[in-house]
């Protein structure tokens, strides 16, 4: 079936270094991958997405990079900063409708 | 606030009861979606509709769950003779049209979080 795996599952990393967060999925029929942060208590917020016709995508700090080969995308944070802290989900989906969601990674900034 | 509001953003009930939400989505979307979270993990697939037209129900979905979205706007979820196992947040969140063009940005709400006791 459907699936999306997500690793890590917990990030620590020194204020100012690069995070990198990595996801497989199964569906080969796959077209639209975005990334969601969610905070602690609020609500899973749209940060960057990339479609199956590009294979990679940045703005600012934040990029993405789609390996459809291999059906992996990875999220690239640089220049990390506290306020960077929460819970990363990627997710895919078939470009139709539902997006299945990775487990998530916490990501911690330490200052 | 012109986003995705839900209602209530907390319930507690007593094991057995019903529950219903709501969910408002934004007005132009037509495409409406519901999801489960429990602590620690990613949003799992519930239910979707494109306008009044419920087009998908998960796997996971047992038969006391039932959603509507009569009018092709506001949504409901209800949950009857809930069990502990159903205390989650539920999520709901829309999407546009995209005319054939593939996925798009999918707007959650709050959340309601429903706590069984």
């Known amino acids: 079936g459907e699936n999306v795996e997500q690793h890590p599952s917990t990030l620590s990393v020194q204020e100012g270094d690069s995070a990198v967060i990595k996801c497989t999925y199964s569906?080969?029929?796959?077209?639209?991958f975005p990334w969601y942060k969610q905070e602690l208590g609020k609500r899973p917020q749209l940060i960057i997405d990339?479609?199956?016709?590009?294979g990679e995508k940045k703005d600012q700090r934040i990029a993405v990079t789609l390996n459809k080969t291999a059906k992996h995308f990875s999220l690239h944070i640089t220049e990390t900063q506290p306020e960077d802290s929460a819970v990363y989900f990627c997710a895919a989906s078939t470009g139709t409708y539902k997006y299945i969601f990775g487990t998530g990674t916490r990501l911690k900034v330490l200052a | 606030d012109t986003g995705v509001s839900q209602d209530p953003r907390h319930k507690i009930t007593k094991r057995g009861q019903n529950v219903t939400f709501r969910c408002d989505p934004i007005s132009e979307h037509n495409r409406l979606y519901w999801y489960r979270q429990t602590l620690g993990q990613g949003p799992e697939f519930l239910t979707y509709?494109?306008?009044?037209?419920?087009?998908?129900k998960s796997r996971l979905l047992s038969d006391r769950f039932s959603a509507e979205r009569p009018k092709g706007s506001f949504s409901t979820l209800e949950i009857q003779r809930t069990e502990q196992g159903d205390s989650a947040m539920y999520l709901c969140?829309?999407?546009?049209?995209?005319?054939?063009?593939?996925?798009?940005?999918?707007?959650f709400g709050q959340g309601t979080r429903l706590t069984v006791v």
């Open positions: 990339i479609r199956s016709n590009v």
């Open positions: 569906d080969s029929a796959s077209n639209y």
């Open positions: 969140a829309s999407s546009p049209h995209t005319g054939g063009k593939g996925g798009t940005e999918a707007f």
């Open positions: 509709f494109q306008n009044e037209a419920q087009l998908e």
